[in-house]
């Protein structure tokens, strides 16, 4: 394999780099969404919903509290916290099951 992978080009190496990452998907309330239906998080909203909501998220911050362990203040601040359905940075247009993308168009399903 080591010898195969030396003689092909950047291009296909990368992609064959690439193919091993698995991206799974899950449905949650109509969306899709990076994140399964449990309770060890408080909430997914629609990315827009969140763009628009994110100066909430400074309103919404709880206080150390030192006497429980590190682990459990963060699982406590997970299940605060509301989640955005998929990631997406720039001006995406038309391109509302994108995650991870920045400043894409007409895209569906892209990671």
Not at 37 to 44: A, L, M, S, V
Not at 46 to 65: C, G, P, Q, V
Request: with cysteine; hydrophobic share 35%; charged share 25%.
């Amino acid at each position: 394999m080591k010898e195969k992978i030396k003689s092909i080009s950047w291009r296909d190496f990368i992609k064959y780099c690439w193919s091993l990452q698995t991206f799974v998907f899950h449905k949650n309330n109509g969306m899709i969404s990076r994140y399964p239906q449990t309770d060890r998080i408080g909430g997914i909203q629609k990315t827009i919903d969140f763009e628009a909501n994110r100066d909430n998220l400074i309103k919404s911050w709880l206080n150390y509290d030192f006497n429980k362990s590190f682990f459990q203040n963060y699982q406590d601040l997970m299940k605060h916290m509301i989640f955005p359905a998929m990631f997406s940075y720039g001006n995406n247009e038309n391109s509302e099951y994108t995650d991870g993308a920045h400043t894409s168009k007409d895209a569906y399903l892209t990671f």
